[in-house]
């Protein structure tokens, strides 16, 4: 109980706070849920309060995904229990069960969490992701690509079967909740980055 489910409902809750309804609320008091894309997340914070207050939340909730990892780290030593807490913690940035379970995509938790965990696979997927969105100017490809890259990379780095399960999972999470970005991009009519629309 101690090493497996404290820490994953603790990493749960901490992946419920929400920075860009935070940071929306305290600077504009706007729900962001009701902005831009209506994502909780970075990109929209981005596109709906600017640059600065963007970045500013991306490193946030990339150091709430840290976080988690780190909270589990004190509970269970074990790699895939450190992976199990990012999970929560993304879970919990998507389903906040502070705002009535409607939050963002989940993509700079997982950046949190897959950079301490797996450097060089999040090295490789984060060039990968920025080129393809200075390329392109879409976000949500980048997201895709980096969360889709990291466990074809640990694969190709001979990790662990339940690693590579678990990152697939991420994977699988962020495919999800990015199923209208997905439409969206395939009739052309994706968003592209952009502050203040
Ligand atoms: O990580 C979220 C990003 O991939 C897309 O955000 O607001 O454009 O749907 P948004």
Redesign the pocket.
């Known amino acids: 109980l101690l090493t497996w489910v404290l820490p994953t409902i603790l990493s749960y809750f901490i992946g419920s706070i929400s920075f860009s309804y935070l940071v929306a609320r305290y600077l504009k008091g706007i729900d962001i849920r009701s902005h ?2 209506g ?1 909780a ?4 914070t981005l ?1 709906v309060l600017g640059k600065v207050p963007g970045i500013a939340v991306f490193f946030l909730d990339v150091f709430k995904g840290m976080g988690a990892v780190g909270i589990g780290a004190l509970f269970n030593s074990s790699e895939v229990g450190l992976v199990v807490c990012g999970i929560a913690a993304i879970v919990g940035h998507n389903w906040p069960i502070f705002l009535r379970f409607r939050g ?2 989940g ?2 938790t997982t950046v949190g969490v897959t950079a301490l965990l797996f450097f060089y696979a999040a090295l490789i997927s984060g060039i990968l992701a920025i080129l393809f969105i200075i390329l392109t100017r879409y ?2 490809l ?3 690509i980096y969360t889709i890259s990291i466990p074809v990379i640990l694969l190709l780095m001979n990790q662990s079967s339940s690693i590579i399960w678990l990152t697939t999972v991420i994977a699988v999470l962020a495919i999800y909740q ?1 199923r ?2 997905i439409t969206n991009l395939v009739k052309g009519q994706e ?1 592209k980055i952009s502050s203040r629309e």
């Open positions: 831009g894309s994502n997340g970075a990109t929209n596109r963002g995509k993509v700079a976000v949500s980048g997201s895709l990015h209208q970005n968003r």
